[in-house]
């Protein structure tokens, strides 16, 4: 099977490129490239409009900007409450910053983290809670920051799934200390690579900005250990011509979604991840989990998949506990998590995005379907 008729779980949503050369020629003739220039001021504001929020800071990826926030947030204490079934760079940003990751188990409908697990893991050495929506599915926020309340805890979430997203009471990002965003080629809103922390208040804003700059607070004044996490021009500019076309996209991506759901639901042995309580998904990912009555295993069906063309991912697969680079180093806690391997132990990604058509999701489902 050659290459071009393979099948990828994801593809990139890029705009116009006559739009984006526009922008490309403004650059070239400020020469302007990084430091917070034009086009990184104008995504930001965009962006504010956009989510419905007063303060975020651009960063050149999530992952820095993870780290950032984990940074700014002045934790104390040691321990970090957070989730097991979540991409690695969620612990290893607690790791890096000397923080001990506390696994605790996910609930099974939404597969966040579950607060009665969380309050359970709670210590004297707990600082802060690092919940991830999940496939944009919003975390138990309300329970989330009631126990954070009680506690004293602080709660920065890893929305790298979650742009465009609203929970019950409106827009997600509004929850938490700090919302950290990913724009990577990968998500439904991207700038190539880049990320972006949500700020509450002009104070945390001006500390985050300082500490994606090494820490200059001027010309020749560095008041903290600051790295170098800003957002170039070339990115920035790319994510100012994708705002226009967030709804478009994210209407296909909703399509797609749809169409599977229609074509699965008669499959026995494959379950679909259940958004309907989700007040606005962005249908950025589109998890099956493969049950006991269905005739295959999960990697068995995954290896069919792949030889058919069509490279779907087991995400999240292992749990981050049970990378070796957790499991050898003893840098973490962890309680029992029988929900979150099962739910590893069956899960397949299938390819979505905006620009799949529908005679390539009847492919896969045909390669899925027993008969």
Known sequence: MTADKNIYVTQPSLPPIDEFERHIREIWQSKILTNQGEFHRRLEAMLCEYFGVEYI??????????????????????????????????????????????????????????????????????????????????????????????????????????????????????????????????????????GAIVCRDAHTKRAVDELKNFGFTGETTVDSFGLNGKMSELSAALGCSQIPYITSNRDRRRAIDYLYRQKLRHIQGINCQDFSAVKQPNYGYFPIFVEADYPLSRDELYRKLKSFGIYARRYFYPIVPEFMAYKSSGLFRSLDLPVAKDIASKVICLPIYADLESTAVDRIVDVISPN
Request: with cysteine; glycine share 6%.
């Open 57 to 194: 800071s651009l960063f050149s990826n999530g992952t820095l900007a993870l780290l950032t926030a984990l940074k700014v947030a002045g934790l104390q204490k040691k321990e970090v409450i957070t989730t097991p079934y979540t991409f690695v760079a969620t612990a290893h940003a607690l790791v890096w910053n000397g923080f001990t990751p506390v696994f605790v188990d996910i609930d099974r409908k939404t597969l966040n983290l579950d607060p009665i697990q969380v309050e359970r893991a709670i210590t004297s050495d707990t600082s802060a809670i690092l919940p991830v929506h999940v496939y944009g599915y919003p975390c138990d926020v309300d329970n989330i920051d009631r126990l954070a309340k009680r506690h004293k805890l602080k709660v920065i979430y890893d929305a790298a799934h979650a742009f465009g997203v609203d929970c019950h009471c409106g827009q997600l990002l509004q929850h938490g200390d700090l919302s950290v965003l990913s724009f990577h080629a990968t998500k439904v809103f991207n700038t190539a690579e880049g």
